[in-house]
């Protein structure tokens, strides 16, 4: 089998509302969808999770590619991604991030041509029902979506979450600068959600020290599970671990700092960003030796989320729910989507390879409207056009 065409669509597809972090307003994904054609007239599904790293693909990825291997993947990677001495000194690891968006299709064309579901090619699954959270934030509205600017509506939404979808499991961002709307907001949410509720916050870095040490006091009655980077570095999450229980988890997977500092707890991660599911294996089990926990990231589209259920459902060490944008997300690019967890958990797909088809036609639209307004940005204050978003770190 050889790979003939490496096709790349750009999409955007909007969340119902935005919702406020640390960067700005956040109004939904721009990606590029990943199609690897072969002979055999089998083609796997990627996604890459920023769009530009789809611009690479098509440009340095592709060409590498053609004539290849498919379920040669230490060939293909060969092509594509220099050694990690050169990554490591030159800080530039874009080849990684898009080959592992690649990555994953060949994985699904693997799966295809055996006709296994692929956590049955990763060792069979341990787990079919994999556990999400469900997401909060504030929400400007947006027609008849959002509007949650209030503890108290945050805690109206989530209770909502709780009634209609059978949601026990929660995480969110509080990110308007203010630590007494944090510690409120957290307080009303175990008032209302009761002492079963799993609790995760996430601050993407916006506090000092100083502020995180303040709030973390104030809210580590409320039993929180685990907060995502509280603080901007690992050397000032140990500081802070040394005057709070609760634990830490971060989006940079740098698994040695972390061993030698004690934290972070957890990693959260995209499968591409760690350069495809090989890779993601490989480093969970390094995270596994060293006792770090691990759990998946969102904001994606259901190809990547596909993944996720599988490596999940096969890996016995990740035991916490996955983040999850889900509910917000107006629309995906496969058939069926967007995943939607119900009792909090999806089923994990049981088609061959990843288990989910293209939807032609959600493809054409999301790449239309990526065509007719330019990708997605989530890097500014809408409060003040052309300039980054700046909150006092307290």
């Known amino acids: 089998m050889k790979i003939t065409a490496i096709r790349v669509t750009h999409v955007n597809v909007p969340f119902d509302a935005p919702f406020w972090w640390t960067a700005g307003l956040y109004p939904g994904a721009s990606k590029s969808v990943i199609e690897v054609e072969t002979d055999a007239g089998i083609t796997g599904l990627g996604e890459a999770p920023w769009w530009h790293f ?29 050694a990690w001495q050169i990554t490591a000194n030159t800080g530039e690891n874009a080849a990684q991030v898009a080959f592992g968006a690649v990555e994953i299709a060949l994985w699904d064309i693997r799966g295809k041509e055996f006709g296994l579901p692929l956590h049955m090619l990763l060792g069979g699954a341990v787990r079919r029902d994999i556990a999400f959270t469900e997401y909060f934030s504030f929400r400007p509205r947006q027609g008849e979506a959002g509007g949650e600017m209030t503890p108290e509506a945050i805690a109206d939404y989530c209770q909502r979450m709780a009634e209609e979808y059978g949601a026990t499991m929660f995480e ?39 502020t995180a040490r303040r709030i973390l006091r104030e809210i580590e009655p409320f039993d929180i599970r685990n907060y995502e980077d509280p603080v901007a570095s690992f050397e000032e999450m140990a500081a802070l671990r040394q005057h709070s229980a609760i634990p830490f988890s971060t989006h940079v997977p740098d698994l040695r700092r972390a061993v030698a500092l004690g934290v972070p707890d957890y990693f959260v991660c995209n499968f591409a960003a760690l350069g495809g599911l090989a890779r993601t294996l490989k480093f969970v089990a390094a995270c596994e030796a060293m006792g770090k926990g691990f759990w998946c990231y969102s904001n994606d589209l259901g190809i990547m989320t596909a993944a996720y259920l599988h490596v999940v459902a096969a890996t016995p060490w990740i035991t916490e729910p996955s983040q999850s944008l889900f509910r917000w997300q107006i629309g995906d690019v496969i058939e069926g989507g967007p995943f939607r967890q119900v009792k909090d958990t999806v089923r994990v797909p049981e088609g061959p390879g990843l288990g989910v088809t293209l939807d032609r036609a959600a493809l054409e639209r ?3 409207h990526f065509a007719e307004n330019g990708p997605m940005s989530h890097f500014h204050d809408p409060a003040r056009p052309g300039r980054h978003r700046r909150l006092p770190l307290g």
């Open 172 to 210: 969110g961002k509080l990110i308007l600068g203010d630590p007494l709307l944090e510690i409120d907001t957290v307080r009303l949410l175990r008032e209302r959600l009761g002492r079963r509720a799993m609790l995760r916050l996430d601050s993407n870095m916006q506090w000092s020290l100083t």
């Open 54 to 82: 789809g611009e690479l693909i098509k440009a340095e990825i592709a060409p590498a590619l053609i004539g290849a291997d498919p379920l040669d993947l230490a060939d293909c990677e060969s092509r594509c991604v220099p």
């Open 366 to 368: 999301w790449s239309r």
